[in-house]
C-alpha cells in the first residue's frame, strides 16, 4: 500500500520570502511522483513531476522539487513567493503499476503582502 | 484549446432527488476518473474508466453510479443524494501507454444539498 504525508496543513509566508512545502511518502513499489496546485473554486492543476533522472525537477513558474530516496521525500520549494502563489498544493503518487494518484492531504499556502 | 469541461459548475439539488454531473474532453484520453473532494480534504477516487472499462473504488457508496457513453463524455449520477455528499467533484483523464503519464482535470463541480 501507498501513503502520502504532507506535515503542514498551512504555511503562512510574506510576499517574496522563500518557502518549503513538505512532502514524504510510503510506498512498497517504485513511484512516479507528482506536485498539483488548486486555486480557489478551481480543478488541480500539474504543477511538476518526478518520473526518472535528475532528482532536481523545475516547473515554469519558479518552482522547484528534489526527489530523495533515501528520505521517500519529495519537498516543494520556492526562493521567492508571490501573491499569486496562494493556493493548496498536493502531492501525489503513481505506483509504477497502476493509473491511480494517492495524494496527500494537502498544504494550504497563503502569501501576504 | 485541448481540456477537460465540467458543467455545470455550481449544482444545488434536494435530499433524496438524483442528480447527474457531466464531464467531457478534447484530449481523446482513454482513462477517465471522478474524484470526490470535501472541504479542505484530499480529491478521493470514486471510480475509473479504461475505455469502457468500469472500475470501481472499494469504499465508493451504491449510490454513486457512473455511464461513459464515449471516450469524449462521462456521467456521476448520484441516485439518491444526502447531505454528506455535499462536496466538489472532480473529473480528470489521463493516457495509458505509460503509467507516467500526468492526470488532466476539470474546473469541477461544487454540488450543495438542500
Known amino acids: 500500500a501507498q501513503s502520502v504525508t504532507q506535515l503542514d496543513s498551512q504555511v503562512p509566508v510574506f510576499e517574496e520570502a522563500p518557502v518549503e512545502l513538505r512532502c514524504n511518502y510510503s510506498?512498497?513499489?517504485?513511484?512516479?511522483l507528482f506536485w498539483y496546485v488548486q486555486y480557489p473554486n478551481q480543478g488541480l492543476q500539474l504543477l511538476l513531476k518526478y518520473l526518472s533522472g535528475s532528482t532536481l525537477v523545475e516547473s515554469i513558474n519558479g518552482f522547484e522539487a528534489e526527489f530523495n530516496k533515501s528520505q521517500t521525500s519529495f519537498h516543494l520549494r520556492k526562493p521567492s513567493v508571490h501573491i499569486s502563489d496562494t493556493a493548496e498544493y498536493f502531492c501525489a503518487v503513481r505506483p509504477y503499476n497502476t493509473d491511480k494518484l494517492i495524494f496527500g492531504t494537502g498544504t494550504r499556502l497563503q502569501v501576504f503582502p | 484549446d485541448a481540456m477537460v469541461i465540467q458543467n455545470p459548475r455550481y449544482q444545488v439539488t434536494q435530499f433524496g432527488k438524483p442528480v447527474t454531473l457531466s464531464c467531457s474532453q478534447t484530449?481523446?484520453?482513454?482513462?477517465m476518473y471522478w474524484y470526490q473532494q470535501k472541504s479542505s480534504q484530499a480529491p478521493k477516487l470514486l471510480f475509473h474508466?479504461?475505455?469502457?472499462?468500469?472500475?470501481n473504488e472499494a469504499d465508493t457508496p451504491d449510490n454513486f453510479q457512473s455511464r461513459r457513453p464515449n471516450t469524449s463524455f462521462c456521467f456521476l449520477d448520484i441516485r439518491s443524494p444526502g447531505l454528506g455528499d455535499a462536496a466538489m467533484y472532480l473529473c480528470?483523464?489521463?493516457?495509458?501507454?505509460?503509467?507516467?503519464?500526468?492526470?488532466?482535470f476539470g474546473d469541477g463541480t461544487r454540488l450543495s444539498i438542500l
Open positions: 484530449l481523446n484520453h482513454n482513462v
Open positions: 480528470a483523464t489521463s493516457r495509458t501507454g505509460g503509467f507516467h503519464q500526468p492526470q488532466h
Open positions: 474508466y479504461y475505455d469502457k472499462d468500469f472500475n
Open positions: 510506498s512498497s513499489v517504485s513511484v512516479y
